[in-house]
């Protein structure tokens, strides 16, 4: 009986050694081609899945392992970020990001109009459009060490604004589609964005902390870990509860981290979970690629990724400029943010089970999404190759 027990609940070691294998080959093959290993993972998502040779079967735990790499992407990042130099360039990340959100939404009214679609779809669509990816663009500047160049600093204030404004997009969404959120709801959230707000401006105003109990910490490996999974998920946890993205509580938290004394520890203590969690993200985004419904659509999938890339990058880019970013390097960041995010997925989501889009379209867009994702590193790389663009001699205003 036991033994009955323990077969029926043991993990198939089988399945997560192949998947480790597909990993490992995918990468080492795509480095040879000077790849970043994010493809490598949507590939493996595409070949494990239930439209390649369908080993993983359980989408829904790999998904929320994702959401777990994504908190902990944006953990780090809040750790190497300065947050006055970022705090500095709001006018960026306010003022850029609603003009980028404003263009976009415009541009499918003109499509939109051709079609004879209603105003809700036109603005759901242009919601999802607008949103680009943090957990690639993100990881993409820091395999090249240009999270902290003008232009890598810019368009990062840029996606954690997307981040802030999925909110309002979702309850907008919700009310286009009939659904009147709570009182309750829209305090809590509002209450937890003047929380974060008055959060980031005492941390400002702060130079460093001190926190005794951390410095402690230092020659205890064990407890170092738990400490920042307390800290990263504690504050994710919180925004979370008001309503607002936990990458974003995550976030804080890694600007908190880095505004306090003796703690480079942080690093080293979470990067190999960081590592998985990322990489099980990235693969779970590889699972929803369907490929049956990608030969059958081959021809509108491939005319929409060419409309989204170039429209996302002209808009973005001429955003850019506007803010005061060089010619080269607006259209680098252009390229950065040409893709249409992840938290897209929960817009898409949200517009269809409030009955604003329909099946094909929830279908089609889904698809859209993850493929613009696994091209995304190709466009940043032929754009960057097209205007020969170089951190080390492309200042903020060359």
Not at 90 to 103: N, P
Not at 266 to 294: A, E, K, N, T
Request: glycine content about 8%; overall charge negative.
């Amino acid at each position: 009986m036991f033994n009955l027990l323990l077969a029926a609940t043991a993990p198939d070691f089988g399945k997560l050694i192949l998947i480790g294998i597909v990993v490992i080959g995918l990468s080492l093959i795509l480095k040879r081609f000077r790849q970043p290993s994010v493809v490598a993972y949507i590939l493996a998502g595409v070949l494990l899945g239930d439209y390649g040779f369908n080993f993983i079967t359980d989408s829904e735990t790999i998904q929320q392992m994702g959401e777990v790499g994504l908190i902990l992407l944006l953990f780090f990042i809040g750790m190497e970020v300065d947050v006055n130099d970022l705090v500095a360039r709001w006018r960026v990340a306010l003022f850029g990001t609603s003009l980028q959100v404003l263009a976009s939404i415009g541009l499918v009214a003109i499509i939109g109009s051709l079609l004879s679609w209603e105003w809700a779809r036109i603005i759901t669509l242009g919601f999802v459009v607008a949103l680009s990816s943090s957990a690639v663009v993100i990881k993409l500047l820091q395999d090249t060490g240009e999270t902290k160049t003008e232009i890598g600093a810019n368009v990062i204030s840029i996606l954690l604004m997307q981040d802030i404004l999925i909110v309002p997009m979702l309850v907008i969404t919700a009310l286009l589609g009939g659904e009147t959120p709570s009182t309750e709801l829209i305090v809590k959230q509002l209450f937890g964005a003047v929380v974060i707000i008055g959060a980031m401006i005492w941390i400002v105003r702060k130079d460093t902390f001190r926190l005794k109990l951390l410095r402690r910490m230092e020659s205890d490996h064990e407890l170092q870990v738990y400490a920042a999974v307390v800290i990263c998920f504690g504050l994710a946890s919180l925004t979370n509860y008001f309503g607002l993205s936990p990458a974003l509580g995550a976030f804080i938290a890694g600007i908190l981290v880095h505004k306090t004394e003796s703690t480079d520890w942080f690093h080293d203590s979470l990067h190999g979970f960081r590592v998985l969690f990322v990489s099980v993200f990235f693969i779970s985004v590889g699972l929803l690629i369907d490929l049956d419904f990608l030969l059958e659509h081959l021809l509108p999938i491939g005319l929409l990724l060419v409309t989204v890339y170039i429209s996302n990058h002209l808009i973005n880019a001429s955003v850019l400029r506007f803010c005061g970013c060089s010619w080269r390097g607006s259209l680098y960041g252009g390229a950065l943010l040409a893709q249409i995010g992840e938290l897209s997925f929960v817009l898409v989501a949200t517009g269809f089970y409030a009955g604003i889009i329909s099946d094909f379209v929830y279908q089609l867009t889904i698809l859209v999404i993850s493929l613009t994702l696994l091209l995304s590193p190709f466009w940043i790389a032929m754009t960057k190759r097209l205007i020969h663009f170089d951190r080390s001699i492309a200042p903020a205003n060359q």
